[in-house]
């Protein structure tokens, strides 16, 4: 798992890694490393994005809407990052969209509900019905196309 987040998300992050630890989750954590609000939540989402792509992990972002880091992290080639404010929302995006980024706001979304959000996606499984495959082919041949990188 590949944490990041910015000043905004950097209190949550915090207590996932606690949590995290607690359960024996295995993470890395690409920052921000201290609280300052001289951080920019696109260079942590590229930096996520680009080590969630090349190495086929997961990973989680926080800031402060969780808006800004979903928007950089899916400018990264290979990246399907999702925000999410509900565990349905968590749940269909890994089974339809195999999504490999989660986005989540601090401001806007309890330490609780982020809990069972993160859970759910965690635990769910990519469905692989034909239907998925072919539309995240589609996605992925544009990516090729366009020449994302």
Same mark, same amino acid.
């Given at each position: 798992?590949? *944490?990041?987040?910015?000043?905004?998300?950097?209190?949550?992050?915090?207590?996932?890694?606690?949590?995290?630890?607690?359960?024996?989750?295995?993470? =890395?954590?690409?920052?921000?490393?201290? *609280?300052? *609000?001289?951080?920019? $939540?696109?260079?942590?989402?590229? !930096?996520?994005?680009?080590?969630?792509?090349?190495?086929?992990?997961?990973?989680?972002?926080?800031?402060?809407?969780?808006?800004?880091?979903?928007?950089?992290?899916?400018?990264?080639?290979?990246?399907?990052?999702?925000?999410?404010?509900?565990?349905?929302?968590?749940?269909?995006?890994? =089974?339809?969209?195999?999504?490999?980024? *989660?986005?989540?706001? =601090?401001?806007?979304?309890?330490?609780?509900?982020?809990?069972?959000?993160?859970?759910?996606?965690?635990?769910? !499984?990519?469905?692989?019905? =034909?239907?998925?495959?072919?539309?995240?082919?589609?996605?992925?041949? $544009?990516?090729?196309?366009?020449?994302?990188?």
């Amino acid at each position: 798992m590949i *944490l990041g987040s910015d000043h905004a998300g950097f209190a949550t992050k915090e207590r996932l890694k606690k949590l995290f630890d607690k359960k024996g989750i295995e993470y =890395e954590d690409l920052g921000a490393h201290e *609280l300052n *609000l001289k951080d920019d $939540y696109p260079d942590i989402a590229f !930096k996520v994005g680009e080590k969630v792509a090349k190495t086929k992990s997961r990973g989680i972002l926080l800031c402060g809407t969780g808006a800004g880091m979903i928007i950089a992290a899916n400018k990264v080639k290979g990246i399907r990052a999702v925000e999410a404010y509900d565990t349905f929302t968590a749940r269909l995006s890994r =089974e339809h969209n195999d999504t490999n980024i *989660l986005s989540l706001s =601090e401001w806007h979304i309890p330490f609780d509900k982020i809990k069972k959000i993160v859970d759910v996606w965690l635990n769910t !499984k990519y469905s692989k019905d =034909e239907r998925h495959v072919r539309r995240l082919r589609k996605i992925a041949n $544009y990516e090729n196309q366009k020449g994302r990188k």
